[in-house]
T-cell receptor
Framework: ELKVEQNPLFLSMQEGKNYTIYCNYS?????LYWYRQDPGKSLESLFV?????AVKQEGRLMASLDTKARLSTLHITAAVHDLSATYFC?????????FGTGTSLTVIP | GAGVSQSPRYKVAKRGQDVALRCDPI?????LFWYQQALGQGPEFLTY????????KSGLPSDRFFAERPEGSVSTLKIQRTQQEDSAVYLC?????????????FGPGTRLTVL
């Protein structure tokens, strides 16, 4: 059974702190995505990672991919309140996309 | 330009009613996906179209769910005889690509509540 597991599921962190969200998946995939979802809103694409060792950065977020370990990380640097949202890791197999359960991030002042 | 739009944004149905949810993809986008997102969960794949062809419907939870895209643009997800467990947000996404979907653009979703 194909699984995408994220941890932690809930994360409360203070502004200015660093933290990492982990995503483990159970099968070979050729693409890994990170999405952001604000309450009541749709999904916004953050990163697409295509190959082993890929690293992408945008602002305070950095995503990496280790295909051998079937692990992706989303690292948050010096968190700010605007980053509060739910973050989803997603893998694709063919043209099917499988989402993790999400990590709900709350950044507190 | 215009993104993916969905209507209605909110739908309340009595158990046993039929509902129809509409998705307008980005113009020219070949691929269209439907997902079901239960409260507190990640989206789950329902079905996938390439133009008007429904290439994968393995995620549809029962034969009460039916999707169509007759002219390869607008799509409708129909749920017959709705049940309480159908309550969820239904997301539509489209992609310019056909065979190899690299990036999806999501609509705002339709929140369905079945009483």
């Amino acid at each position: 059974e194909l699984k995408v597991e994220q941890n932690p599921l809930f994360l409360s962190m203070q502004e200015g702190k660093n933290y990492t969200i982990y995503c483990n998946y159970s099968t070979t995939s050729d693409r890994l995505y990170w999405y952001r979802q604000d309450p009541g809103k749709s999904l916004e694409s953050l990163f697409v990672l295509l190959s082993n060792g890929a690293v992408k950065q945008e602002g305070r977020l950095m995503a990496s991919l280790d295909t051998k370990a079937r692990l992706s990380t989303l690292h948050i640097t010096a968190a700010v309140h605007d980053l509060s949202a739910t973050y989803f890791c997603t893998i694709s197999a063919g043209n099917q996309f499988y989402f993790g359960t999400g990590t709900s991030l709350t950044v507190i002042p | 330009g215009a993104g993916v739009s969905q209507s209605p944004r909110y739908k309340v149905a009595k158990r046993g009613q039929d509902v129809a949810l509409r998705c307008d993809p980005i113009s020219g986008h070949v691929s269209l996906f439907w997902y079901q997102q239960a409260l507190g969960q990640g989206p789950e794949f329902l079905t996938y179209f390439q133009n008007e062809a429904q290439l994968d419907k393995s995620g549809l939870p029962s034969d009460r769910f039916f999707a169509e895209r007759p002219e390869g643009s607008v799509s409708t997800l129909k749920i017959q005889r709705t049940q309480q467990e159908d309550s969820a947000v239904y997301l539509c996404a489209s992609s310019l690509a056909g065979q190899f979907v690299y990036e999806q653009f999501f609509g705002p979703g339709t929140r369905l509540t079945v009483l």
